[in-house]
């Protein structure tokens, strides 16, 4: 054994004699200073020596009053230890302190806040812990402490204003979070908090600004009249109503064209930094787009050759990009003014067309392809009206992705990735344009229909079909129906041509067996939800419930169309899973239908006679056809969030898990191109990451 770990030893075991001694005097230990003292000695020594020593000041810290303010400073010391394990024991340890002396809970809530700056992420959760327990122990000393802190404006210690930032950020959050949970605090608590907020807030950022808003508006007090008085006064204030609105780009046009290259100079830098991290530079790129995006929504009206710059700029970004990236740089150029023309809608979709490389082959076992395919489809989306056609993704989806459709992977197994690629399918084909090879891929989306819209039961297996389960996908059905319904119109002879009367026989059969079955579920769902309004339509239940009976009213809205002889392709209905738009027909007098939970609606009964389509009294329209469960709306269909301008992009259930950035094709997605390997991109989080 080495002389250092022998005088180490010993050193640990003279602590635990004095802590002993200590121990056995009880409420007279204020009488044995000398051993306490050691404990603060120990406070130089080796690693094991603090942590012991941290312990054993935070235990006997309260009888020695003398020694107190040397304590704290020793406290300190080690709460700034090079050595982590000796900072969170020393953090650990100070509620423990404090119990016995809660009125050092404001000193050392300053100074636990004050270490909210560390990288360190289960650091940052111990400290945030050890203030929990403060509270705790006494909420204003540990108040005191906090606002103490967040008003400190100048620079930290070091000099760097970022950390002071980041340390009132996460303070601030703190904050909110536990007015929240304690919720009724005593008066001279939040009367405390208020006078303080008035304070910080002569001085704040903007995110600072709205995380104080965040937590007065969580006190008690803000249910009196004079309380909410006040906090609009101090937002009024805020706000500088009194100086001139300043609506133009704050600076010329030319210091913003300097401003914007040197932007733009940096986000084309494709190569390492000087560092050799392409990590860094990633982080780099990212936190520009999102000042970009954020600056040019609120400047909002630019000059057309400021505007023009971006747009061409942006071009040479998309060569090389992550998924993220994308994103972002769809979000700046979908917020340009020059986007209320259809020539820059235009442009943008082939920009998201040349990134979704519609020339290369759709690989449906390569969940990074699917998600590539669906993200640019959702970037495009808001762009398509009856000017701006979706017919090259409409025809690469039909060529392509719908004959393969049950061999597309999900990335989770909570997805039904089938039935989110049918639903983007189904909201582009609307604006699909004059689409060529139209027989065949008309053919194709209708035997992808067929293939979830089985013909009824014979007669003589429905009794035993009863039941069974039918597997009648009605979600799939809606998207296919739709998307025929939509793009079929531009075919009629489809259906109704003397060749293809064998097909529309068959067609009409399926259709009638959907449409009652639909009909059956939708009384059973109107069943449930009779009398239920409020908070009661709030349930999750009760919210796929009026969902799903959106989704069947739209299958017997669109069934009775193609009932028609010959089908019809008149009414407009809204897919079930967006916003709510009452569905018309073109001629007046038909087809109008309500919201599904609203005022009461006659559907006529569906019916077919099987000699040609003519209404008719053949009895076997009267047997009992088999009647499908009510609930076959699929939980893993997830909740639909359109794709808009505020960035968001999910698509039922499927998250961004994951990926690290390999989309390929043209553009590369910098992660599968810059080297030319598979996956050795970086997905850099977009939008996590605060702007310094």
């Known amino acids: 054994m080495s002389a250092g770990s022998t005088s180490e030893k010993s050193a640990v075991e003279d602590l635990y004699k004095a802590f002993g001694v200590l121990a056995d005097a009880k409420d007279k230990a204020g009488e044995h200073e000398a051993e306490f003292r050691s404990f603060l000695a120990a406070t130089k020594g080796s690693a094991g020596e603090k942590r012991l020593a941290s312990q054993f000041i935070c235990r006997f810290f309260k009888f020695f009053p003398k020694a107190q303010d040397d304590a704290i400073h020793a406290l300190f010391e080690l709460c700034e230890d090079p050595d982590a394990s000796i900072r969170k024991q020393a953090i650990k340890d100070i509620p423990a302190l404090c119990r016995g002396c809660p009125d050092k809970v404001s000193r050392f809530a300053d100074a636990l806040s004050m270490l909210l700056g560390v990288d360190d992420a289960q650091e940052v959760s111990s400290i945030q812990a050890a203030l929990y327990n403060l509270f705790s122990i006494n909420m204003k000393g540990a108040m005191e402490g906090i606002f103490t802190r967040l008003l400190q404006t100048g620079e930290d210690e070091d000099g760097s204003d970022e950390v002071m930032g980041l340390i009132r950020e996460r303070l601030l959050k703190f904050l909110v979070s536990k007015v929240k949970q304690y919720g009724d605090m005593d008066k001279d608590v939040e009367d ?6 008035k304070k910080l807030l002569e001085d704040v950022t903007k995110d600072e600004f709205i995380a104080v808003m965040e937590l007065l508006r969580s006190l008690k007090t803000m249910t009196t009249v004079q309380s909410r008085q006040q906090l609009v006064e101090m937002v009024v204030d805020q706000a500088a109503l009194d100086e001139p609105f300043e609506v133009n780009w704050p600076v010329p046009v030319s210091k913003t064209f300097r401003a914007m290259e040197g932007i733009f100079t940096r986000l084309l830098q494709t190569g390492e930094d000087e560092d050799g991290s392409d990590e860094v530079m990633g982080l780099i790129r990212e936190r520009l787009l999102k000042f970009l995006v954020s600056k040019v929504k609120q400047y909002g009206d630019m000059d057309k050759d400021v505007e023009d710059y971006i747009m061409q700029q942006s071009k040479k970004l998309l060569e090389d990009v992550t998924k993220d990236e994308f994103i972002a740089v769809m979000e700046l150029l979908r917020s340009l003014k020059t986007m209320t023309t259809v020539q820059s809608r235009q442009q943008l979709v082939e920009m998201v067309v040349d990134q979704a490389a519609l020339d290369e082959p759709f690989e449906a076992s390569d969940p990074d392809c699917v998600d590539r395919l669906l993200h640019c489809i959702k970037s495009a989306t808001p762009m398509f009206s009856k000017n701006v056609h979706s017919k090259q993704f409409v025809a690469y989806m039909c060529d392509h992705v719908l004959p393969v459709l049950k061999d597309v992977v999900s990335p989770d197994e909570e997805t039904n990735i089938q039935l989110e690629v049918l639903k983007t399918f189904a909201e582009i084909s609307e604006f699909a344009g004059d689409l060529d090879k139209l027989n065949t891929r008309v053919d194709i989306i209708f035997s992808a229909l067929l293939e979830h819209m089985p013909l009824p039961p014979s007669e003589g297996s429905v009794e035993a079909a009863s039941t069974e389960d039918p597997k009648l996908n009605f979600s799939q059905v809606e998207c296919l129906m739709f998307a025929f319904h939509q793009i079929g119109r531009k075919l009629p002879e489809f259906l109704v041509d003397d060749k293809n009367a064998e097909r529309l026989k068959d067609f009409r059969v399926r259709l009638q067996y959907m449409a009652l079955s639909s009909q059956i579920c939708t009384k059973r769902l109107k069943e449930a939800l009779q009398g239920k309004s409020g908070e009661l339509l709030r349930t999750d239940e009760n919210k796929k419930r009026v969902v799903a009976l959106k989704l069947f009213t739209n299958i017997t809205v669109l069934v009775k169309d193609l009932m028609h002889n010959p089908p019809a392709y008149k009414v407009a209905v809204t897919l079930s899973w967006k916003p709510t738009r009452e569905p018309k027909v073109t001629e007046s007098g038909e087809n109008t239908v309500t919201s599904p939970t609203g005022a009461k609606r006659s559907i006529t009964p569906i019916t077919y006679d099987n000699s040609d389509g003519k209404k008719g009294n053949n009895p076997k329209q009267a047997r009992t056809l088999y009647q499908p469960p009510s609930g ?61």
């Open 192 to 197: 405390y908090i208020m006078q303080q907020s």
């Open 632 to 692: 076959k709306f699929s939980d893993k269909a997830g909740s639909y969030t359109n794709f808009n301008s505020n960035g968001n992009n999910s698509y039922g259930g499927y998250n961004n898990r994951g990926y690290r950035g390999n989309w390929r094709g043209r553009g590369g997605f910098r992660g599968r191109g810059r080297r030319g390997a598979r996956g050795g991109g970086l997905d850099t989080g977009f939008y996590q990451n605060k702007l310094s």
